[in-house]
């Protein structure tokens, strides 16, 4: 094709710099395009080949029609084999620069509105193959004589944008010097003036703009919600219902080892005002709960049966107790001395009935008389495998305080509770950071209260959190740049919401705090800008800080102040509380800050697991103790148990569940954005609009609700089933149906002493080789209680290939044998692959 030739630009033709780069990025990607620069046949030409001009094109026509059979559209197919015909076409005539001063017209008043609707220029170029932009349908535009340089329209040039079949009366116009643009094709998707693409798909950051209201919503009225807390103080009288406190549970966390071992937390929400505020229920005194099985010698069944035809009723009979205690003396002395030698005292045995069905042989199958013996969690847990001369077993050994609790007070989900004969605590004794805390001394206190139909359900407080990382390769660790925060402050737990429900005024607020690159400064105008949003939002919604330290107190202080209820995300569970928590740990954030993640105060943080490199692996032991008091939702966790997707990173659900397009931003996109003001403001468009859509797929799964109607059947924890604990959930429906029967359940031996032998094995392989032992070992064994974990193959398994993506020149086999890695094919989609 003819070598184009510069040509100066018209004076009334300049544009702002932001137009002028996306304008650019605009013609340049469509004219190589047109000319075949970016054509799939391109990829096949070796440097040096020795083929004809004529096999080549040949060639070439092969490849890009069978190409152009896989095109997006019938528009984007003609067009390809059209591009073929006149690959090697003469150069079309010279253009009229009315057209070309009506087509860079259009483009210019296109971006003004997509800049007008927060539309990314950058996105532009991004999508320039997939993108239809569509004019204003009349643009009349006089020539101007003495601006009129003749071009040379190069084949692919603007000139192609235009329609080829132009009517007579067209080409008069154009004679005439009057151009009527209707429609400059050539590009698939649309984008329209609010920013959307693919017909109805709409860009993220404009719908999170429309949402802000690009500032003017972002803490004004938002921020009524927060500051209502702020009026109460711990002065302020409850509300008591029959001289009992009524309380909504949300959450419950035990601390499964230590001084405070065998307390169990409850967090939720208590009525002060008229208005809902969050509280903790410290309970202490817990009880252990464990069955000795007795030997057949001990409670004869024939004198047994004799007793109770003699008696009224069952076991309530005062002489039946009297002969089932004078019965289990010898068996009471001899658990005793067993428990003196094992330091455990201030114990109290008791014979009851009970049933058991399960796979023990040592136990009888059926109804029976046993010892229960209850005394302190303070105390050590005695083993499992204890053995005496008058009893064979011991049921109950390893039990949970939490789940005792759970089960034995009939509590199953979030529900309304009465809590009486508590005690309120100064804020100087709080173990917590809610607004209220109270003291039980009993678990007895504590009774599902029975006329919750009447109560309202309370709203919670919803907090989407989203980080932007960069890379230290020295140290190969994620490091926090920004972390945005969206706040949605009255959110129904009972029915889904809609969208208008959500997004309007007064219920929502955002945040971001952002700090600088270590040895470099923040770009010119920036702390100007910053300034200005505070200003114009009438609260802070863009912080800028010096270090990540600084960074981290920061973001720390807002959630505290938001007294948020629930943490979502999308993998929040796997990379952001976990790079969160770990840079806390590093730069040496005090425990006074760190700790505000959750609803405990701490002064030592938990061990944590090294980072699972899995997406979407889930929160550790050690990520989940320290947000405790606060629900994690996790989006990616969530949408894979409600959705059947081909991936599920948020771009694609965006996509397809929002009909929304996400820009994403990797960490080696960041750096450079740092060197302008208006880059690092895009980035925090990013970041919130990221978070944004995290809430909003939330919403539109209606996640809330669902989770909390399967914890209510399932009675297990809510925090659980959002993590998609589904052994769990099962696991605490069997318990509470059993223990309404009477039933004594066995102990959960499998998991525990795999638990013990994986990590023995793991410690001696260590000392073995002189290496140091992994300190999460520890935690990871007594964290048994509080979820599975992460253990070790026994065995290496099968050796299963990344797949490799790209376009493919030679051709590949699949090897597929029946159910061979069934969950392997299906989470890397190697059909659709391959």
């Known amino acids: 094709s003819p070598r184009k030739r510069k040509q100066p630009r018209p004076p ?29 046949s391109s990829l096949f030409k070796k440097p040096g080949s020795n083929r004809t001009k004529g096999s080549s094109l040949a060639a070439d026509s092969i490849v890009d029609d069978v190409i152009a059979e896989f095109a997006p559209d019938e528009n984007d197919r003609e067009e390809r084999r059209r591009r073929v015909g006149r690959f090697s076409a003469p150069a079309p005539p010279p253009v009229p620069v009315a057209q070309i001063k009506a087509i860079q017209a259009a483009v210019d008043a296109e971006m003004e509105v997509r800049s007008d609707h927060g539309f990314e220029p950058d996105a532009v170029s991004d999508h320039v193959n997939d993108t239809e932009v569509e004019l204003q349908p009349e643009v009349e535009l006089k020539p101007d004589v003495e601006m009129q340089p003749k071009l040379e329209a190069a084949a692919g040039s603007s000139a192609d944008l235009m329609d080829e079949n132009k009517s007579s009366e067209e080409l008069k116009q154009e004679a005439n010097g009057e151009v009527k643009v209707e429609k400059v094709r050539r590009l698939n998707a649309k984008i329209k003036a609010e920013g959307t693409r693919n017909g109805d798909m709409l860009s993220a950051t404009a719908g999170w703009m429309k949402i802000c209201g690009d500032g003017e ?30 309380f909504y549970l949300l959450d419950a966390y035990e601390e499964p080892f230590g001084i405070n071992s065998g307390t169990v937390y409850l967090f939720g929400k208590v009525v002060i005002g008229k208005r809902f505020h969050s509280c903790c229920v410290v309970v202490k005194n817990m009880q252990r709960c464990i069955y000795a099985i007795p030997s057949s010698s001990v409670f004869p069944r024939d004198t047994i049966s004799r007793i109770e035809k003699n008696s009224t009723s069952s076991d309530a009979s005062p002489s039946l107790r009297a002969t089932l205690h004078e019965l289990s003396s010898g068996l009471k002395s001899e658990i005793a001395d067993k428990f003196s030698d094992l330091n455990v005292s201030n114990f109290v045995m008791t ?127 994620h490091e926090i740049v920004s972390a945005s925060v969206i706040c949605c402050h009255q959110v129904k737990i009972d029915t889904p919401m809609r969208s208008e ?58 959630l ?35 700790s505000k993640i959750g609803r405990l105060r701490r002064s030592v943080m938990p061990r944590l697991t090294k980072g699972n490199t899995l997406y979407g692996s889930g929160a550790s032991p050690g990520i989940m103790s320290c947000i405790a008091g606060r629900l994690l939702c996790d989006t990616y966790l969530c949408s894979r148990d409600l959705l059947r997707e081909v991936n599920y990173s948020l771009t694609q659900l965006a996509e397809t569940q929002l009909k929304k397009d996400r820009r994403e931003v990797s960490p080696h996109d960041i750096p450079p954005m740092f060197q302008s003001s208006e880059t690092l403001l895009k ?64 102990d959960k031996f499998a998991a525990r002493s795999k638990e013990l032998n994986s990590a023995k094995r793991k410690l001696n392989a260590d000392t073995e080789g002189g290496n140091v032992a992994d300190p999460t070992i520890d935690d990871e064994v007594h964290n048994g209680d509080q979820g599975k974990a992460r253990k070790g193959s026994s065995y290496a398994g099968g ?34 692959h391959c």
Not at 12 to 37: E, H, I, T, V, W
Not at 818 to 826: D, K, R, T, W
Request: hydrophobic share 40%; with cysteine.
């Open 351 to 477: 014979p009851v009935k009970r049933n058991y069905a399960f796979e023990r042989t040592d136990v009888p199958i059926g109804e029976q008389y046993v010892l229960k013996i209850n005394y302190p969690y303070k105390n050590p847990a005695v083993p499992a495998d204890l053995r005496g001369e008058h009893f064979h077993a011991l049921l109950g050994t390893n039990n949970s305080a939490l789940e005792l609790f759970l089960i034995k007070r009939k509590i199953k989900g979030p529900s309304w509770l009465s809590i009486s004969k508590f005690l309120a605590c100064p804020s100087t004794q709080r173990v917590s950071w809610c607004k209220f805390e109270v003291t039980v001394d009993s678990p007895k206190d504590i009774s599902v209260l029975m006329a919750s139909t009447t109560l309202e359900v309370p709203p919670v407080v919803v907090a989407a959190v989203n980080l932007k990382t960069i890379i230290n390769e020295k140290h190969n660790v």
């Open 12 to 40: 009334q033709l300049k544009r702002p710099s932001q137009q002028f780069a996306a304008a650019a990025a605009l013609s340049a990607a469509a004219a190589a395009a047109m000319m075949g620069k970016q054509r799939p």
């Open 501 to 558: 429900d959500w997004q309007k005024r007064g219920t929502m607020s955002h945040f971001t705090v952002m700090r600088k690159l270590e040895g470099s400064i923040f770009p010119i105008g920036l702390t100007k800008e910053a300034s200005d949003r505070n200003q114009k939002a009438g609260s802070n919604v863009l912080a800028l800080e010096s270090s990540e330290r600084a960074l981290l107190n920061r973001l720390m202080i807002e």
């Open 683 to 746: 980035l925090v468009e990013y970041g919130e609009t990221e978070a944004c859509l995290s809430l909003e797929l939330m919403f539109h799964l209606s996640v809330l609700p669902l989770t909390r109607q399967l914890t209510n059947i399932s009675g297990n924890l809510w925090g659980k089933t959002l993590q998609g604990a589904r052994a769990q959930r099962v696991e605490y429906l069997l318990l509470h149906s059993f223990h309404s029967k009477k039933f004594i359940v066995p």
């Open 799 to 832: 050796l299963v290939l990344e797949p490799k993506k790209g376009l493919y020149d030679k051709y590949i086999i699949l090897l597929d044998f029946n159910s061979l890695y069934p969950s392997i094919i299906q989470e890397y989609n190697l059909l659709h």
């Open 217 to 246: 919503n972002a803490g004004v009225e938002g921020e009524v919600a927060v500051h209502d807390i702020d009026d109460v103080d711990e002065s302020s009288e409850f509300e008591l219902k029959d001289g009992a406190l009524p």
């Open 560 to 594: 505290s102040k938001l007294d948020c209820d629930v943490l979502v995300g999308h993998n929040i569970s796997g990379f952001d509380l976990d790079v969160l928590l770990h840079r806390a740990q590093t730069c040496k954030v005090p425990s006074s800050m760190w």
